[in-house]
């Protein structure tokens, strides 16, 4: 019995000894060894954004909406409305992030939808049909940092109007805007 019982401890522990070498420390180097494969390496690291002296700034994968100085001048392309946020177009909180949790059919969240539509066809100077869905819903993270094509398009005339943008630099800016929805605009607009 004895013998019985040491046998299958002692394989008990050489299994415990391979698992802990293969699965916590053989894998995991694996995979940082792949991750920073030339061409991965930045995705793998966060997607760091380094200002102008190099410093860490944030990261490609977060959008924070911009907040103008001086609104009458504003001069960012604004990303899709957080439900994070105070108002309804105001910046979200990058350390939280998540949806509202809002059905379609959500008084608050159609209120909500057709205030952002009013407010950024008034700071485009559009009618508000012509602000695209993505523009007024809330992206499930609250903090995705693409924008459609239509969007971009929407904003390059108030951003084309600062100096330092024309209006051919803005409109290629917009062209190169990353992502597309991957299930087209099927998104509530009221």
């Not at 046998?7 to 894998?27: E, F, I, K, N, P």
């Not at 990303?79 to 949806?99: C, E, F, H, I, K």
């Not at 057709?114 to 559009?126: C, L």
Request: proline share 11%; charged share 15%; aromatic share 4%.
């Amino acid at each position: 019995m004895l013998t019985l019982f040491t046998r299958q401890a002692g394989a008990a522990l050489r299994m415990l000894l391979v698992a802990t070498v293969v699965l916590g420390l053989a894998y995991p180097l694996s995979v940082w060894a792949v991750a920073h494969v030339p061409g991965l390496a930045s995705r793998a690291e966060g997607s760091v954004v380094h200002g102008a002296d190099g410093t860490p700034t944030g990261s490609a994968l977060i959008g924070i909406d911009p907040v103008p100085a001086d609104p009458a001048n504003d001069p960012y392309f604004h990303t899709r409305p957080s439900a994070s946020a105070q108002d309804v177009l105001g910046p979200g909180d990058p350390s939280t992030s998540g949806g509202s949790n809002k059905g379609g059919f959500d008084e608050d969240l159609i209120a909500a939808v057709e205030q952002r539509r009013d407010a950024i066809a008034e700071r485009e100077g559009v009618a508000p049909d012509q602000v695209p869905p993505d523009a007024v819903t809330a992206s499930s993270s609250g903090v995705d940092p693409h924008i459609s094509p239509e969007y971009a398009q929407l904003q390059v005339p108030r951003v084309a109007r600062r100096p330092a943008c024309p209006m051919s630099a803005c409109r290629n800016s917009s062209r190169r805007t990353p992502g597309t929805p991957c299930w087209g605009s099927s998104v509530p607009t009221a």
